[in-house]
């Protein structure tokens, strides 16, 4: 897909969900592909390469929780992976700090280059697992915003994120279709941990029958000090 093409369709999408995206913030999305796509021949960052399909269903996914940032918010995203749905956020948002964190290194360093190349700041990325991001006195109950894209099921997700978010903060939890099973499952690992579900979005991404839900969690209190447990533990026995 040549630049012109690329603009066109980023448009495209972007403005079914009421997003103007600058010429700069073009070019720094159809940087951030080619990297994506050179990058994947050494590493696996993405089963997804065709070009319409990244822009859809890797960026314009990434970027429909934006309405839910406030101003100035310090956001993280935890098992970040290529850099969805943190970078995305941050091309379209220069008023939001964030942290992008994975357990993987080789991702981290893809991360820095996109990082670098695209020229963003008040961004960076941490290598970390979740489990022992969220016990680290740095980071533990700071953020405003605290998300992550299609990494676990919502108990276990839940104790990797919540800990991690300030009393007054947010979850967003970006899930595929039938996620309400998931919710009812988690709500008393929620409870456990400090949050209240507020709101669940179903939608659809635009232009096409792909479905999506955002739950949106609210921290009403503080996590006890012993969650996130050790790492493997949540994913092995999540909290019920």
Not at 25 to 30: L, S
Not at 123 to 132: F, G, K, L, V
Not at 218 to 232: I, L
């Amino acid at each position: 897909m040549n630049k012109e093409e690329f603009f066109q369709k980023i448009n495209e999408y972007s403005m079914a969900l009421e997003i103007k995206l600058n010429e700069e913030q073009k070019e720094q999305f159809y940087e951030y592909m080619n990297l994506l796509l050179e990058w994947n021949e050494k590493i696996n960052l993405t089963a997804i390469v065709d070009p319409e399909e990244i822009i859809l269903k890797h960026f314009i996914d990434s970027i429909t929780i934006s309405k839910y940032i406030d101003k100035s918010s310090y956001v993280a995203d935890i098992g970040t992976g290529a850099g969805f749905p943190g970078i995305p956020l941050k091309i379209l948002r220069k008023d939001i700090k964030i942290v992008l964190v994975d357990s993987l290194n080789k991702r981290i360093k893809f991360l820095d280059e996109v990082i670098e190349k695209l020229n963003l700041n008040n961004i960076e990325a941490i290598h970390a697992r979740a489990e022992e991001f969220g016990q680290n006195k740095k980071y533990r109950e700071q953020f405003d915003i605290v998300t992550s894209r299609a990494v676990a099921n919502l108990s276990t997700l839940s104790e990797y994120l919540i800990p991690l978010a300030k009393v007054g903060g947010k979850v967003l939890s970006m899930k595929g279709p039938g996620a309400l099973g998931e919710i009812e499952n988690a709500k008393n690992a929620i409870k456990v941990l400090g949050g209240t579900i507020e709101k669940v979005n179903e939608f659809k991404l635009p232009l096409s029958d792909i479905e999506r839900t955002i739950i949106n969690i609210k921290k009403e209190n503080k996590t006890p000090n012993k969650y996130p447990r050790k790492a493997g533990l949540p994913s092995k026995e999540p909290l019920k």
